[in-house]
């Protein structure tokens, strides 16, 4: 982008961060965008057919091997998000098993446990007319879940410090990667020691998982792990591979749904005929008891609005990747080297792609008008072999979360509106959402 193309990105910038300055950019400048990414030079696409390419078609040239996720290094170590090759085909043959819609069935009374606990904390609330905040609930319920339905352990009082330690982690991250030029390197000799810090308190935990998870009579996804073969070569993971998993697992197991969520709630007050149409559907699926695997399929509207929210708000906003070996995308050459980025966040708000893209509306995920979205227009998972594997969790969680809320209260914003945060890295609201509540009668 040339520096006019740039100042006039500044209105978008400052209502949506960076996800608004990439926006403008292929907005401005083609559906194939030269501009940067925090220090890093970067091209940008968002047309659907591009992001195929890169990500499915092509992915081949287009690998994880990139600046971005390098910085995640540090902490994911060569789990299944960041590593590559042959190494991470073996890794993910091990995981995916667990996470098919078959084995996230066995794991949908653990959310259901959760959000009914969850439903008792906001029940308390109301009694004492005391404000929720759903963005730290829904973190909260989140590690929770993650933690009780995966991890096979409780964490208590430890989920405050964990939480905290992870929040300081993930700002740290998102501030290097907002500072620009050689700039970069200073920040990062500023941050690493408390980056570091803060990787040593989710080490502790990671320790603790796996002790808890060898012990004689546990059972679970961890304890499994850690004897489950490669199906094609045998290979066991090391205790350091378990590591990296499982801190991929439980940041991609409840940062991501959290905010999902809480964006969620931040819609169903915008709009009460959302809040009434959920408990509708709940009140006739459930009446008064906790969601099985098997109702998953008859709560439909509840899926839809996880899945609007994702839209309107994408967990993942923008995929980084690393051009290696030189390309042509759109008639623009990609030489060996480049960084490549697909906005999410600018394909889920493309007028060219959804009818009034701004609007939240549920009901385009309903079954009856699925159809009618444009293949490959809805990407919240990333596409292509390194499709999220946790697709099939998120979205029962999701609908387990939101039907057991909705079923049970009265739900209307406290305080101001919210907008998007505008560091990069995970779609987080810009400040508390704050819920006031009423039980209904009878539940």
């Given at each position: 982008?040339?520096w006019r193309d740039?100042?006039?990105?500044?209105?978008?910038?400052v209502?949506?961060?960076?996800?608004?300055?990439?926006e403008?950019?292929?907005?401005?400048t083609g559906?194939?965008a030269?501009a940067s990414?925090?220090p890093?030079?970067?091209v940008f696409?968002?047309r659907?057919?591009?992001?195929?390419?890169?990500?499915?078609?092509?992915?081949?040239?287009?690998?994880?091997?990139?600046p971005?996720f390098?910085?995640l290094?540090?902490?994911a170590?060569?789990?299944?998000?960041?590593?590559?090759?042959?190494f991470w085909?073996?890794?993910?043959?091990i995981l995916?098993p667990e996470?098919?819609?078959?084995?996230?069935?066995?794991?949908?009374?653990g959310?259901?446990?959760?959000?009914?606990?969850v439903a008792?904390e906001w029940?308390?609330a109301c009694?004492?007319?005391?404000?929720?905040?759903a963005?730290?609930t829904?973190r909260?319920?989140?590690?929770r879940?993650?933690?009780?339905?995966?991890?096979?352990?409780?964490?208590?009082?430890?989920?405050?410090?964990?939480?905290?330690?992870?929040d300081?982690l993930l700002l740290?991250?998102q501030?290097e990667?907002?500072?620009?030029?050689?700039?970069?390197?200073?920040?990062?000799?500023?941050?690493e020691k408390?980056?570091?810090?803060a990787?040593?308190?989710?080490?502790?935990?990671?320790?603790?998982?796996?002790?808890?998870?060898?012990?004689?009579?546990?059972a679970?996804?961890?304890n499994?792990l850690l004897e489950?073969?490669?199906?094609?070569t045998?290979?066991?993971?090391t205790?350091k591979?378990?590591r990296?998993?499982?801190?991929?697992?439980?940041?991609?197991?409840h940062?991501?749904?959290?905010n999902?969520?809480?964006?969620?709630?931040?819609?169903?007050?915008?709009?009460?005929?959302?809040?009434?149409?959920?408990?509708?559907?709940?009140d006739?699926v459930?009446?008064?008891?906790?969601?099985?695997a098997?109702d998953?399929?008859?709560?439909?509207?509840?899926?839809?609005?996880?899945?609007?929210?994702?839209r309107?708000y994408p967990?993942l906003?923008?995929?980084p990747?690393?051009?290696?070996?030189?390309?042509?995308i759109a008639g623009?050459r990609?030489?060996s080297?480049?960084?490549l980025?697909c906005?999410?966040?600018?394909?889920?708000?493309?007028p060219?792609v959804?009818?009034?893209?701004?609007d939240?509306?549920?009901e385009?995920f309903?079954?009856?008008r699925?159809?009618?979205i444009?293949?490959?227009?809805?990407?919240?998972?990333g596409?292509?072999p390194?499709?999220?594997m946790?697709n099939?969790f998120a979205?029962a969680?999701?609908?387990?979360m939101?039907?057991?809320l909705a079923?049970?209260?009265?739900?209307?914003r406290?305080?101001?509106d919210?907008?998007?945060a505008?560091?990069?890295?995970?779609?987080?609201p810009d400040?508390?959402?704050r819920?006031?509540?009423?039980?209904?009668?009878?539940t």
């Open positions: 982008m040339t740039t100042l006039a990105s500044i209105p978008s910038v209502r949506f961060g960076i996800n608004g300055y990439i403008e950019a292929i907005r401005r559906e194939v030269a990414l925090g890093f030079p970067a696409v968002s659907p057919d591009l992001i195929r390419h890169v990500l499915v078609t092509q992915n081949h040239v287009y690998l994880k091997d990139n971005v390098e910085l290094r540090p902490l170590g060569n789990g299944v998000f960041l590593s590559e090759g042959e085909r073996s890794q993910r043959r995916q996470f098919t819609s078959r084995g996230v069935d066995a794991l949908v009374d959310m259901a446990s959760v959000a009914a606990a008792r029940e308390l009694r004492a007319g005391r404000v929720v905040d963005t730290e829904m909260d319920a989140a590690m879940i993650i933690c009780h339905t995966v991890l096979g352990v409780d964490l208590g009082a430890d989920s405050a410090r964990l939480g905290r330690a992870l300081r740290l991250l501030v990667l907002s500072v620009p030029g050689p700039l970069g390197g200073t920040v990062w000799r500023a941050l408390p980056m570091l810090a990787i040593a308190t989710i080490d502790e935990f990671v320790a603790a998982v796996i002790e808890q998870n060898r012990a004689a009579g546990a679970g996804v961890v499994r489950s073969p490669d199906p094609e045998g290979r066991t993971m205790a591979h378990l990296d998993e499982i801190i991929t697992l439980f940041i991609a197991g940062e991501t749904t959290a999902t969520l809480s964006w969620a709630w931040v819609e169903v007050c915008r709009s009460p005929n959302i809040l009434e149409r959920l408990r509708a559907e709940a006739a459930l009446g008064d008891r906790a969601p099985r098997a998953l399929p008859r709560l439909p509207y509840a899926r839809a609005v996880f899945e609007e929210s994702m309107l967990p906003p923008f995929v990747r690393i051009a290696a070996t030189d390309d042509v623009y990609v030489p080297g480049t960084m980025v906005s999410i966040f600018a394909l889920h708000r493309r060219d959804w009818p009034a893209p701004l939240f509306d549920p385009r309903l079954p009856e699925r159809a009618a444009a293949p490959g227009a809805f990407v919240p998972f596409a292509g390194r499709l999220c946790g099939h979205l969680e999701g609908a387990v939101l039907s057991t079923r049970r209260f009265d739900v209307a406290a305080g101001a919210v907008g998007i505008k560091l990069p890295g995970s779609l987080r400040r508390p959402v819920l006031r509540l009423r039980a209904r009668a009878g």
